[in-house]
């Protein structure tokens, strides 16, 4: 399992318009159940997330992987709030 995870890592997600999302840094796993609940982008796309703050991908949203990553759906824009974006530029200054 730990290869089939990592190999998710540095793969392009794009939306099923085309749009890139972002690239997979980090695979999120619950281990008690012992399945991938999420992808991690650190740097987003801030034409669909606001000031290209990391956001985790639900797994569930996945419709195929492959050479890249298409999503079945993703919102039209991520909006976030001034709390959490002053939050993301405390963490990453």
């Not at 318009?17 to 980090?26: A, N, P, S, T």
């Not at 991938?36 to 987003?44: D, N």
């Amino acid at each position: 399992m730990l290869d089939e995870v990592t190999s998710l890592q540095d793969i392009a997600i794009f939306t099923n318009f085309g749009e890139q999302v972002g690239v997979v840094d980090e695979v999120v796993v619950d281990l008690q159940k012992n399945q991938v609940t999420g992808l991690l982008v650190q740097e987003s796309n801030e034409a669909l997330v606001d000031g290209g703050v990391p956001i985790t991908v639900p797994y569930r949203w996945i419709q195929a992987v492959g050479d890249i990553i298409i999503l079945k759906h993703f919102p039209n824009k991520v909006k976030v709030s001034e709390e959490m974006r002053r939050k993301f530029e405390m963490e990453y200054e």
